[in-house]
């Protein structure tokens, strides 16, 4: 009987820029073998619904490895009698995360591992998390029900300034017109005006020529 959404007995990779979604009752994605998330983003949860004495869990594998931008969310919760409940359950052992997202929750632990490596990537919750014998901790060296995993890579908070690209600190930016320098209205020179005032003078000297010319005529 299949008691997982997506069941493969041996390794599986999942890969590729799509999504996946799968429910089950003991677990949501299972793989006997090695399971590799690389690149796309899964969802496995598992409600324990019918289960007796069996680790629940949304996503397992014998060994979990989460990579190239991944996000996985995984969750394993219910109340079939005594069973555990995981979000991740490496079964033997190894869980690797590379720059990718997890977010994991379970009553018996977050994410169940021996041993576990983080690479570009850090503990959001729990405060202090670090990978113990069988589970993730937190600071206080308690099992962690919630475990939030994060590359280590982020953009700056908006509104901050890159290095390189900060503002001159003083001076005036080339073009920036100095104090006191500004035109105002009405010192502009009319060129066409002063034209115009050159043209009256000339015509009235010639005026003055003409009639000192006729007056000597007349004598």
């Not at 429910?23 to 019918?50: H, N």
Request: charged content about 15%; some cysteine; overall charge negative.
């Amino acid at each position: 009987m299949c008691t997982s959404g997506l069941e493969v007995w041996g390794n599986l990779t999942l890969c590729g820029a799509g999504s996946l979604r799968a429910t089950g009752s003991q677990c949501g994605v299972f793989a006997l073998g090695a399971l590799v998330i690389d690149g796309c983003s899964v969802e496995g949860r598992a409600d324990g619904k019918g289960m007796n004495d069996a680790s629940v869990a949304g996503v397992r594998g014998a060994t979990v490895t989460v990579r190239g931008g991944t996000h996985v969310v995984a969750s394993g919760s219910g109340s079939g009698e005594s069973c555990l409940f995981f979000g991740v359950y490496a079964s033997d052992g190894q869980f690797a995360v590379d720059a990718s997202w997890v977010d994991a929750t379970g009553a018996s632990g977050g994410v169940a591992c021996e041993s576990g490596s983080l690479t570009s990537a850090q503990f959001m919750a729990p405060t202090g998390g670090a990978f113990g014998a069988a589970c993730v901790m937190d600071a206080n060296g308690a099992v962690a029900q919630h475990v939030v995993i994060e590359p280590t890579s982020a953009q700056p908070p908006a509104g901050e300034t890159q290095p390189g690209t900060d503002e001159p600190t003083g001076g005036n930016p080339a073009g920036d017109t100095k104090p006191g320098s500004e035109e105002k209205p009405g010192d502009e020179t009319k060129s066409g005006d002063g034209d115009w005032a050159v043209a009256c003078l000339a015509f009235v000297y010639l005026g003055m020529l003409l009639v000192t010319i006729k007056v000597w005529a007349l004598r």
